[in-house]
């Protein structure tokens, strides 16, 4: 029988607009975190991070904002351009030895 | 430039068979990682080394082994491979200490189709 593969969340912006991508971690003692970026055939990259002590941190057209509260992560990216267009993921890190989980990405869609 | 290299992009094989996925970091990084990315459920980790002939199990190492006999390789290594066992599998490595503290670098991936 056919099979039905998983599909990523979706969000489609314009070129130009300012693009927010959310993420919720699942351990409230996870003390870093970190997005990365996956353009279509590579493997992911670093973007920004972010230490469980800070709520807010800006790189170069991207923001990151943490909500402890709500267990809760945003990448905010300011005037997307068509090579944004990749999936996104955020990255949970808690303790001293890398353990590290993924979430799931979201697909952003720059519409030129 | 960083860089962590996958020897095969793309690898299609016969259940059964067995399979051998090479990875190698040019950047003296302790810390070397295998993940396997399927849709929907994100990337998990399979096997970890933090040294030479060091490995530690990750969530999902049954059907897998690795091996590192050299800092800069780690090879990722299915028994008898398995319909199941087709996925697009990262290699990432990492340097302990590092101030941030958990950025990892990765290769590009290996696409394997078991057939």
């Known amino acids: 029988g056919e099979s039905v593969g998983l599909h990523l969340p979706t969000l489609s912006v314009q070129e130009g607009d300012n693009s927010i991508i959310n993420c919720a971690y699942s351990?409230?003692?996870?003390?870093?975190f970190i997005w990365y970026k996956q353009e279509s055939g590579k493997g992911p990259q670093f973007i920004i991070d972010i230490r469980s002590n800070m709520d807010k941190r800006q790189g170069q057209r991207v923001t990151v904002l943490l909500n402890k509260t709500v267990k809760h992560l945003s990448l905010q990216i300011a005037a997307t351009q068509p090579g944004d267009s990749a999936v996104y993921f955020c990255a949970e890190i808690q303790g001293g030895y890398q353990k590290v989980t993924f979430g799931t990405g979201t697909k952003l869609q720059v519409i030129p | 430039d960083v860089k962590v290299t996958q020897s095969s992009r793309y690898l299609v094989k016969r259940t059964g068979e067995k399979v051998f996925l090479e990875c190698v970091q040019d950047m003296d990084h302790e810390n070397m990682f295998w993940y396997r990315q399927d849709p929907g459920l994100g990337l998990r980790l399979i096997y970890f080394s933090y040294d030479v002939k060091m490995k530690e199990k990750g969530d999902i190492p049954e059907g897998y082994s690795v091996s590192r006999e050299k800092k800069e390789r780690f090879s990722l290594i299915l028994e008898s491979a398995s319909t199941n066992q087709t996925s697009m599998y990262l290699c990432a490595s990492s340097f302990p200490g590092d101030p941030r503290t958990g950025e990892l670098f990765f290769g590009e991936g290996s696409r394997l189709t078991v057939l």
């Open positions: 351990n409230s003692a996870s003390d870093y």
